[in-house]
Every structure is written in structure tokens, then in C-alpha cells.
């Protein structure tokens, strides 16, 4: 009953330092999410994968990179990390596109770039 | 653009309380679903309900009801009888270009016993 796992919970990294969140899913989901959460902004779109092989930028996708490694992986790249993408990140999957189809999410990275 | 406005930021209850948490929507779509999602203290965020603009009748799943109304773009949410286990934080949601969900900022509900 695993649903979306996340890894790592929590990380802290330096100011120019590069890492990768991992997400995986198992109920055979198409599309998956990167959000970014902040205090009293909600969640904001970073990329998505609408299918396997496919992915798009969002709302906020500048110093991220992603991929869609196969139906179940989907994961979220910092390559040189700055104090504003302090932040907790969610990774989400749904059956289909997002007009009638809920999210599932995972139980979020909190990561803080000193 | 699909926006969301949840204007309350905090609200504190006393238990057995009843509790509306407002939701506004702006879409140009002339059909669309809103969502609204709970976040517990313990962070993951968990679907509670997804309506179709087409269907303005009220939901209710227990103490929980859900009051939609297009003429004011509005989608409430009422908890009857507050329990402590509801704190959390709520976010209303409406999709945005297939793929995008467009989030609330989100209200944190405090229930005290």
C-alpha cells in the first residue's frame, strides 16, 4: 500500500551544491508532478510527466531539471542548489490528465539550502 | 488564467464547532472540476473531493459538506461538529491546462478541545 514514496525526507545542502529528490509510484499511474511548497504560496508546479518519455516545465521550473527514468520513476534534479529553492517538494502521479483525475501524493522532502 | 483564492489564512475552533473554509476561483474554462485537499501535521496531502462545474448540487460525506456555487465562483467547505483530528491545512484546487493543478494558498484550521 506504498501509493508514492519519496526519498529522502529531509536533506540540507550547501549553496551550490547539486542533488536529486527520487519519487516512485506503484499504482501504474501515466502522469507525474514536481511541486514546491512555501509558506502561504500553496503548492506550485515545478515539471510533470504527462506519460513515460515525456516531461514539461510548470509554473516555476528555473534551476530544475527532471526525468522520467520509466512509468514508475520520476525524479527532480538540482544541479547547484540556491537558498531560494528552500522549500518542502512533493511528488505527485495521477491516472490521467489532471481535469477530472485527483493526485496522489507523496509525503514530501523537506530541503533546506544553507 | 485559473487562479485560486482562499482568503482565510487561519481559523481556530473550539470543538463540536461548526467551520466554513471559503474557496473563490477565477477560469476561463466553461467546464472544470475543483478539487480540495487536507494536509495533516504530518505533511502528506490527502484528496478529499473533486466536483464538475456541471453539477452544483451540494456534496456531503459525513461532516463534511461541500457547497458549490458557479453564479459566485465559489466552492465552500463546511465541517459540522469540529473534532480535533480535523486540524489541518486545506487547500482548494482547480486544474489548469490538462496539467496543472492550480493550488490556494491553503487555510490552517485549528481545533482546539
Known amino acids: 500500500n506504498a501509493g508514492v514514496t519519496q526519498t529522502p525526507k529531509f536533506q540540507v545542502l550547501k549553496t551550490g551544491q547539486s542533488m536529486t529528490l527520487q519519487c516512485a509510484q506503484d499504482?501504474?499511474?501515466?502522469?507525474m508532478y514536481w511541486y514546491r511548497q512555501d509558506p502561504g504560496m500553496g503548492l506550485r508546479l515545478i515539471y510533470y510527466s504527462a506519460s513515460e518519455g515525456t516531461t514539461d516545465k510548470g509554473e516555476v521550473p528555473n534551476g530544475y531539471n527532471v526525468s522520467r527514468l520509466n512509468k514508475r520513476e520520476f525524479s527532480l534534479r538540482l544541479e547547484s542548489a540556491a537558498p531560494s529553492q528552500t522549500s518542502v517538494y512533493f511528488c505527485a502521479s495521477s491516472e490521467g490528465v489532471l481535469n477530472d483525475q485527483p493526485q496522489h501524493f507523496g509525503d514530501g522532502t523537506r530541503l533546506s539550502i544553507l | 488564467a485559473q487562479k485560486v483564492t482562499q482568503a482565510q489564512t487561519e481559523i481556530s475552533v473550539v470543538e463540536k464547532e461548526d467551520v466554513t473554509l471559503d474557496c473563490v476561483y477565477e477560469t476561463r474554462d466553461t467546464t472544470y472540476y475543483l478539487f480540495w485537499y487536507k494536509q495533516p501535521p504530518s505533511g502528506e496531502l490527502v484528496f478529499l473531493i473533486r466536483?464538475?462545474?456541471?453539477?452544483?448540487q451540494n456534496e456531503i460525506s459525513g461532516r463534511y459538506s461541500w457547497n458549490f456555487q458557479k453564479s459566485t465562483s465559489s466552492f465552500n467547505f463546511t465541517i459540522t461538529a469540529s473534532q480535533v483530528v480535523d486540524s489541518a491545512v486545506y487547500f482548494c484546487a482547480l486544474p489548469y491546462n490538462n496539467n496543472d493543478m492550480r493550488f490556494g494558498a491553503g487555510t490552517r484550521l485549528t481545533v482546539k478541545p
Open positions: 499504482m501504474n499511474h501515466n502522469s
Open positions: 466536483r464538475n462545474s456541471f453539477d452544483e
